[in-house]
């Protein structure tokens, strides 16, 4: 579910389905949406959050919790403000029991920890979404269930295989939220944008 994620490839579109997304989006590949969360960044629970959000998020995240509401209006604004900006995001499905949108974005997004500003999906991204995606994520304990589970799966379908075929050593089985982890999605991320293994499709 997307980075997903947390969601891009800046090769390539990338939904945020990746067969690299990570837990609670820890999306490995950059414009990937589940939330759109680069590989090694977690989503920060709300009461982590910085004061110095942007200004275009602050209302939605006052109360330290973001509706579906207020986060399909802060998906809305950056939308708008990528095709004002003469960018491509692109959204492939929404889930039906979450609301999280699965999308596609046409470059690098950049994470809350160091966000992007060097093309209108990740400028956009920062100033009208990134907070509200991963708070939306961090406190819907459903959505975390689900990206846990997707996470073991496309780690055991897509990364380890990737990781084999490349003459890496990957265990079969590796905790999500571990450093170990974060690293064996981005080595295969690596592998799959210089071609050395196939992209997957959501």
Not at 80 to 98: E, I, M, N, P, Y
Request: hydrophobic share 40%; aromatic share 8%; glycine share 6%.
């Amino acid at each position: 579910m997307g980075r997903s994620g947390n969601v891009p490839s800046g090769a390539h579109l990338r939904a945020h389905r990746s067969a690299f997304v990570a837990i609670v989006c820890i999306a490995v590949l950059f414009a990937s949406g589940c939330a759109a969360v680069e590989a090694g960044s977690r989503v920060k629970a709300s009461s982590e959050l910085p004061i110095n959000i942007p200004s275009a998020q602050r209302a939605a995240l006052a109360d330290g919790k973001v509706s579906l509401a207020e986060y399909q209006a802060a998906f809305a604004a950056w939308q708008q403000c990528v095709a004002s900006g003469g960018g491509r995001l692109r959204v492939d499905s929404r889930d039906s029991q979450t609301g999280v949108i699965m999308y596609s974005a046409g470059s690098r997004l950049g994470t809350w920890a160091a966000p992007r500003a060097d093309s209108p999906e990740a400028r956009c991204y920062h100033e009208q979404f990134d907070y509200v995606e991963q708070t939306f994520m961090a406190n819907n304990p459903e959505i975390q269930r689900r990206q846990r589970a997707e996470a073991v799966l496309n780690y055991q379908k897509f990364t380890r295989p990737c990781l084999l075929k490349n003459g890496i050593s990957a265990p079969e089985q590796v905790q999500i939220d571990s450093a170990a982890f974060a690293q064996y999605v981005s080595q295969a991320a690596e592998f799959e944008r210089s071609g050395k293994c196939p992209a997957e499709t959501p």
